[in-house]
């Protein structure tokens, strides 16, 4: 491979709403053919395809049900399959997947086992990326569907699988890198493998981070990210219509957004990005001629206020015990547990003697079950408060903890609402706060409103 193509190879990955459906692929295809450079591409599920499997790993359902859901994922691909002129050589590979997706479904231990969740879960990327890797082919682009599992090597903490950096780089070096000269690698987001060849998963939204190790592994200049926005925003447009697309981020403030809610970037994308100061773009594939969101290392301007972001369904633990008052090791003891349980905190604060601290809670996830253990282990020596209908409102920009009234401003925009919880000061990049449920539209508002408009 020439050291020229090795220097500005680019990493693309579409997200479930760019590879929806037939049309929405070729939107995709175009955006590829357009950049010579794009020789990696990741895909996720087709869009809708991942809650449906989602629904047969973690719902108790009869067999009647269970061929309902695999009905409407077959009507989705096969809807796909039909536009393809080459489908007759599609269709065999295709149905294979469906009967090997089917029999999980069917298992009787699915519910109990995480190790047959993740192979079933595996079957909506590993579906989209034969069926757009033909799409491409179609349009003249020489494409390949090359299985991430055989570069993605994990650990075997299934549902949550954690990368290993070296084995991925020394695999896709051996793998992939001969063949990206002339051939552009189809491959899935979202999953991988163990030592024993078991498929793992990368949690929810880990097609993107995907593409930051691949990119990482074969020493890529940039990865883009294709979704349905243009760009990361300065909030949620959902939430205020007044929200705009950012034209530049650094790896800092990406990753505070991404950790705190922008639902549009994965939080451990920026990591590899950061490892090897590779460029991530974000931009729309349904229009793509509109630019989107570099980011990058160092920015041109450094604002005290970037953006503002919202995480639902957080639960407040408050932990508490006379004997903390002078007592060592009782903080050990808690963050143990904590560790131990593979959950990650956000915001803590600490008074003589209490703890509190945030935890993501979605419902239905392992974090759920994951907390319901934990609270119960640290019952045995504390007494435990848990409060819930919580969101988690971040203000991400720059040297937050230095500037003059960069504070007051914030805190003037939000006079009128009941502040849960405080933290700031822990970085120069964010002030977080907790606020109910009910409020933290309005919160949204009044800060994007005060600090961005």
Not at 240 to 249: G, M
């Amino acid at each position: 491979m020439s050291e020229n193509l090795v220097n500005s190879l680019n990493v693309a990955k579409f997200g479930g709403t760019s590879v929806a459906n037939y049309a929405a692929m070729q939107n995709c295809a175009s955006i590829i053919k357009n950049n010579p450079k794009t020789k990696v591409v990741v895909v996720s599920a087709s869009a809708g395809v991942t809650n449906l499997l989602v629904d047969i790993a973690h719902t108790a359902m009869s067999k009647q049900q269970i061929q309902q859901k695999l009905t409407e994922i077959d009507k989705i691909q096969r809807a796909i399959l039909q536009e393809l002129t080459q489908a007759k050589l599609v269709a065999p590979k295709l149905q294979q997947l469906q009967s090997s997706l089917s029999e999980l479904a069917l298992h009787e231990e699915l519910l109990h086992r995480a190790d047959l969740k993740d192979a079933l879960l595996s079957h909506g990327e590993r579906m989209s990326s034969l069926l757009f890797s033909a799409v491409l082919m179609q349009i003249g682009v020489k494409a390949e569907n090359f299985d991430v599992r055989k570069v993605l090597k994990t650990n075997s903490e299934f549902g949550q699988a954690v990368p290993d950096l070296e084995q991925i780089k020394a695999a896709a070096t051996q793998l992939m890198l001969a063949t990206l000269q002339d051939t552009v690698l189809v491959t899935q987001g979202f999953i991988g493998a163990d030592e024993q060849g078991n498929t793992t998963t990368l949690g929810r939204g880990g097609s993107d981070f995907t593409a930051a190790l691949l990119a990482e592994a074969l020493n890529a200049q940039t990865c883009e990210i294709w979704t349905d926005v243009i760009g990361v925003y300065t909030t949620d447009p959902r939430i205020t219509d007044t929200a705009r697309p950012l034209p530049e981020l650094s790896f800092e403030e990406a990753a505070e957004m991404a950790t705190f809610g922008a639902k549009v970037l994965h939080p451990a994308t920026m990591e590899p990005a950061l490892r090897q100061d590779i460029k991530v773009f974000v931009g729309s594939s349904r229009e793509p001629e509109k630019g989107g969101t570099w980011i990058a290392r160092d920015c041109e301007t450094e604002p005290a206020y970037r953006a503002i972001t919202r995480r639902k369904e957080q639960v407040m633990v408050t932990v508490k015990t006379p004997k903390m008052m002078y007592a060592q090791g009782f903080l050990q003891k808690v963050f143990t547990i904590i560790a131990k349980h593979k959950l990650s905190v956000d915001l803590i604060t600490t008074s003589e003697i209490s703890v509190s601290f945030t935890l993501d809670n979605p419902a239905n996830s392992v974090l759920e079950r994951l907390n319901l253990d934990t609270i119960e282990e640290l019952s045995q020596f504390c007494e435990v408060l848990v409060e819930e209908n919580y969101d988690l409102v971040t203000v991400v920009g720059n040297n937050m903890h230095s500037a003059a009234g960069v504070s007051s401003k914030i805190f003037a925009a939000v006079a009128d609402y009941n502040l849960r919880m405080i933290c700031y000061g822990a970085n120069p990049h964010n002030l977080s706060m907790l606020v109910n449920d009910t409020d933290s539209r309005e919160v949204v508002c009044a800060l994007h409103r005060d600090l961005i408009e």
